[in-house]
T-cell receptor, first 112, second 121 residues
């Protein structure tokens, strides 16, 4: 059973546009939700993370929106740039547990 | 954040052989993890390696196939034993690192190494 469901599988956005990637989870024990960015041939890099006590977190052009009641969270990339073209993974973890549950990934292509 | 290196970065191996992947961290960390990422797929946790104790394996992964060593707080190895083409994948080392102390509530964050791309013929 997939603990974290991610969509879409792939996304094409024009330069300057907004990229939106969505994730949903079932386990209410999850309380830490990071997003990772992975370029080809590289390991995933932590991009931004949120806890469920806030509904939004912004770091530069990247924003996480969190809806606790709907058990959904999303990554918004504002003013998307070709350099943002990568695969993005959402993840979730239970408090005091070390295991992360990863989404299936979204391949983002930002067209110049 | 921690700086993590892996060796080798890639390898092509023959069926039936074994490969040991090394993971080196530039700071002492308690928790180290090994993941597998098949091409175009998500990350699957193989095992958690704590220094001074036996590795804890996830369902579907066994010690005989993926023996792990964790001799100190900065180093770990993963061996892929008796390889078959199905083992072709990217193997990633990850460490758990305490969040910045300035955060009100710090959560341990995981950082990944660059990965080892394994091809088994």
């Amino acid at each position: 059973q997939q603990q974290v469901k991610q969509s879409p599988q792939s996304l094409i956005v024009q330069k300057g546009g907004i990229s939106i990637i969505n994730c949903a989870y079932e386990n209410t024990a999850f309380d830490y939700f990071p997003w990772y960015q992975q370029f080809p041939g590289k390991g995933p890099a932590l991009l931004i993370a949120i806890r469920p006590d806030v509904s939004e977190k912004k770091e530069g052009r990247f924003t996480i929106s969190f809806n606790k009641s709907a058990k959904q969270f999303s990554l918004h990339i504002m003013d998307s740039q070709p350099g943002d073209s990568a695969t993005y993974f959402c993840a979730a973890r239970k408090y005091n547990f070390n295991k992360f549950y990863f989404g299936s990934g979204t391949k983002l292509n930002v067209k110049p | 954040s921690a700086v993590i290196s892996q060796k080798p970065s890639r390898d092509i191996c023959q069926r039936g052989t074994s490969l040991t992947i090394q993971c080196q961290v530039d700071s002492q960390v308690t928790m180290m993890f090994w993941y597998r990422q098949q091409p175009g797929q998500s990350l699957t946790l193989i095992a958690t390696a704590n220094q001074g104790s036996e590795a804890t394996y996830e369902s579907g992964f066994v010690i005989d196939k993926f023996p792990i060593s964790r001799p100190n707080l900065t180093f770990s190895t993963l061996t892929v034993s008796n390889m078959s083409p199905e083992d072709s994948s990217i193997y990633l080392c990850s460490v758990e690192y305490q969040g910045r102390p300035s955060r009100v509530l710090s959560y341990n964050e995981q950082f990944f190494g660059p990965g080892t791309r394994l091809t088994v013929l």
